[in-house]
């Protein structure tokens, strides 16, 4: 038996044994719980009211502490205290930074504070501390809050049960979709930016009247965000139509700019709207950086002279530039324009994490507003009734008011021998006793009356609302046409700023336009290593190499040029002329800047051409003719053109021109053929160019018939066989060929063609 005592647990334990869970268990459970909590209280809004909770808690905070849009300002740091005291028990630092975004007109459409002091800018700078800025509430927090002690909405114990808050707000301002939201929980974000309230009361509208109204309808009515910081959307309709009814996509957002004439005929950009998100000092700032590295080569100067409103001048480098690709290079590479993500992750019913179309969006606030009406309808009953019957209770008394003043004055229990006497119920005798002396007047028997009447009217019209589906949303109507009105687009407030337009054409290409042309000499080394010399060199015999290494290929470029790799693969690989390494050292391996496997080599290396056509052929004696724009890969990994099979390797590319193709063979026999026999494709083996009993392909050239054969010699001479010399190699394609010309090359090779 074993005698060891039964050590006692940690604190609060009990003094029971530790209990032995699985790690993995725990692991599960917490972290569930972990992002439970997240995704319900923190990162994600909820669909009826639009808040998160900490937005939330401060707003009913301040209501608690009368900041009404009418009375005075209060310090950020008690209200931020309380929020932090009696609802949201989390650092001071996050409650103030989202209570200093709600008051920031940059960052909300629709502020729901209404700040009074430093509460950043669009700059970047940061509020000034919380004991330092005042705030209260605007005309949209309240109406965010109106009818919240009228039973509305179920309210529930706070973090330490002390207290209670609202699970929701009656949000009678269809705030979610007006001011947006951001944040991420876990697994999941959201994302959803601000809108017009004039056009999403239109739709709310609509959506009263035709339930069943088509996703097409309502995206006519609502036609896009409406950012605070106004700006350009360019994105084409049936994008924005699929992202609103998918509750997931994206806007591609520009600013605002004009250009502006100045004197001898050059002129400037103005931008007078910024895309919203954006801080314009990190803007000027990343301009001002991206132009010392010569990424803007269209640009010449940049400067802020922003005061109330926004202003950034962007200078041309001449006054030849077209202010369209200027604006389009700087769209390109620059927060000049960004994408902004629509991700509708919201809370329904507050407790279901779901990806909502902005139908749903819409029909799920109408739906609350329904509620909050119905239950604020009931509240309003039951006062009704209650003063009813107080008032019955008070008629009673006037009409047997000698009675009622024995009884009080005389018996040992006035309350009782009132209830017994006059049939009262316990609300009537209690009013009757504690009515004041100065109100038994005829004048406030009259308007007893008075008043039992406009609340008899007043029950059977919420009766009435009560039963009807139709009256509720007349009601839920007017409600949405008073918000309409309020917030109308012939407001300040309501007016839109974030417009519409089509991307322009632009017939430049603008990667090229990015980079600043300059000439260069670019050198390719047997074993791969590539590199650029600035200028145009002829002299390449001075070049200096790894040990076992030298010249393969070298020619010249400019800067905005794409080169074009063959590799022995078959494969096509695109690099940019501007981003190789400069000619100081040995550079690097192209092996680094695509994925060229080990056991392949580049077989040739060119300027590329967009307008020319290839012939491409491998060992095997295959080979067709590819246009060379589709040669061009996206990717590091490059793209598949010519299919070949080992021991086979790609070998030839040279450029198309004229109508015959020489083809050379290991074994020197040469082949002479019309180009029209090779086919035109953009990926495949082809057709067979040349036949070979032993040996392979080693070259192929195409030639114009006027003008002959060219070939380079042995010492770099071109030498070139006019067609009348050529007759006896003439043949069909796929023939064997014959010995080729005395004279030609030991190395099998018509020479460099590209």
Known sequence: MNNKPILPGPPGSGGFPPESVELRTALEDRYLAYALSTIMHRALPDVRDGLKPVHRRILYAMRELRLDPAGGYLKCAKIVGDVMGNLHPHGDQAIYDALARLAQDFAVRYPLVDGQGNFGNIDGDNPAAARYTEARMTDVASAILDGL???????????????????????????????????????????????????????????????????????????????????????????????????????????????????????????????????????????????????LPLLGDVRDESAEEIRLILEPKTRVVDPLLLMESMFRITELEVRFGLNMNVLSAGQIPNVLSVKDVLSQWLEHRVEVLVRR??????????RLEVLDGYLIAYLNIDEVIRIVRHEDDPKAKLISKFKLSDVQAEAILNLRLRSLSRLEEV?????????????????????SDDLQWEHITEEVKAT?????????????????????????????VLVEKEPITVVVSDKGWIRALKGHQDDTSKLEFKQGDGLKRAFTAYTTD??????????????????????????????????????????????????????????????????????IASTRKGKQILNVTEPEEARVCVAVEGDYVATIGENRKMLVFKLEEVNEMTRGKGVILQRFKDGALSDARCFKKSEGLTWLDSAGREFTLPWSELKEWVGERAQAGRLAPKGFPRSNSFGQSL
Request: net charge negative.
């Open 377 to 386: 309808s009931n509240f309003r009953l039951k006062k009704i009734e209650h």
């Open 447 to 467: 308007e007893i009356k008075a008043e039992h009447d406009k609340l008899s009217k007043e029950r059977r019209e919420l009766k009435q609302l009560l039963k």
């Open 149 to 295: 002690d009228e039973d509305t909405v179920d309210f529930r114990p706070n973090y330490d049960g002390r207290v209670e808050e609202p699970v929701v707000l009656p949000a009678a301002f269809p705030n979610l979709l007006a001011n947006g939201s951001s944040g991420i929980a876990v697994g999941m974000a959201t994302n959803i930016p601000p809108h017009n309230v004039d056009e999403l009361c239109a739709a709310l509208l609509h959506l009263i009247k035709h339930p069943n109204a088509t996703i097409e309808k309502i995206v006519e009515l609502v036609p896009g965000p409406d950012f605070p910081t106004g700006g350009v959307i360019v994105e084409p309709r049936e994008q924005i139509l699929e992202a609103y009814k998918t509750g997931r996509g994206g806007f591609r957002l520009r600013a605002k700019w004009a250009k502006e004439e100045t004197t001898r005929g050059g002129y400037q950009i103005v931008v007078t709207e910024i895309p919203y998100g954006v801080q314009k000092a990190k803007l000027v700032e990343k301009i001002a950086e991206l132009m010392t590295e010569k990424k």
């Open 562 to 631: 794409k080169l074009v790799v063959f590799a022995t693969n078959g494969k096509f690989f695109t690099l940019e002329a501007g981003a190789l390494p400069g000619g100081r050292g040995h550079g690097e391996p192209v092996r680094l800047m695509v994925e060229l496997e080990e056991n392949h080599d580049i077989a040739e290396i060119f300027v590329h051409d967009p307008s020319r056509k290839l012939l491409v052929a491998s060992t095997g004696g295959y080979g067709f003719i590819v246009p060379e724009e589709e040669v």
């Open 484 to 512: 309409r009105e309020k917030y109308s687009k012939k407001t300040a407030l309501g007016r839109r700023r974030t417009l519409f337009a089509d991307a322009p054409e632009i017939d430049a290409d603008l990667d090229a």
